[in-house]
């Protein structure tokens, strides 16, 4: 976008850019306090911040633009004379730009923001940064599935409770007597070894060796042969990865039955 061009023909002592789906006119703080749609030209503008006299300003001059001067603006770049490079990261990705001015905050050719930590002078900076922005992207997106695992116990379990209500209040109105179950025995070893056997078996299922699996969860591969063998309890979240890696639904690894009678080899 033309952003230079415009700022200059609607005489805005305001912070002008392309923010993509439109053209923004605002402040440091208030980025889109008027904002310019790139398909239809309407122009909108937010009450109540800034001086409102000095706004409608601004809106009427815009308005008052020929159409085909505002499509022009919107779909041509900015002529920038002695051109510096400019390395910024937008959607994960490096984009080699033009500017008259590092400082903030100017603009690059193609009307975008230099803020300070996304637009660099060099590509290694600016490869630099975007490596730690993804890094920190991803730790925080893995609490927030752990979160959301974690949180999924608690509603699972809350449900088993009023299921099992349900189905007490079920017998009581039918006038059936509720017999009280015996409390319920669980056989942690053989629970984690019919986990491991059903790991080993979608593994091989998958023709995968235990060292490219392992490869794959980040362990090594004595780890994944505790899992197999039952002998290292595999936790909740390595069960939903193994499940990913090998094209498997969770129930496929966990046994159906998950108690023991004495009599079960």
């Known amino acids: 976008m033309q952003v230079r061009r415009f700022k200059e023909l609607i005489k805005a002592n305001y912070i002008v850019q392309n923010k993509d789906t439109y053209l923004a006119v605002g402040s440091p703080y208030a980025h889109d306090i008027i904002t310019v749609d790139v398909d239809t030209l309407k122009v909108k503008a937010i009450t109540g911040i800034g001086n409102s006299s000095e706004i409608n300003f601004i809106v009427m001059q815009i308005e008052n633009l020929p159409r085909e001067v505002l499509e022009e603006i919107i779909s041509k770049d900015d002529v920038i004379e002695n051109p510096l490079p400019v390395f910024m990261w937008r959607d994960g990705k490096i984009h080699e730009t033009q500017t008259e001015d590092y400082k903030y905050p100017n603009t690059d050719h193609k009307g975008y923001l230099l803020y300070d930590n996304t637009t660099f002078k060099t590509k290694a900076e600016c490869a630099k940064s975007l490596r730690n922005n993804m890094k920190y992207s991803i730790a925080a997106i893995e609490r927030r599935v752990t979160e959301e695992i974690n949180g999924l116990q608690t509603l699972l379990k809350w449900v088993k409770k009023y299921r099992k209500s349900d189905e007490y209040l ?27 056997l059903n790991i080993k078996e979608c593994r091989k299922e998958r023709k995968l060796r ?6 794959l969860l980040k362990v090594d591969r004595t780890t994944l042969s505790g899992y197999e063998s039952g002998k290292a309890r595999v936790s909740l979240i390595k069960i939903y990865e193994i499940a990913y890696y090998l094209n498997k639904k969770v129930h496929d690894l966990l046994p159906e039955r998950f108690w023991f009678d004495d009599d079960e080899d």
């Open 170 to 196: 079920s017998e009581i109105e039918a006038g059936n007597e509720v017999a009280e179950k015996p409390p319920l025995k669980i056989d942690g070893r053989r629970l984690y070894y019919r986990i491991g």
């Open 210 to 215: 235990q060292e490219e699996l392992a490869q």
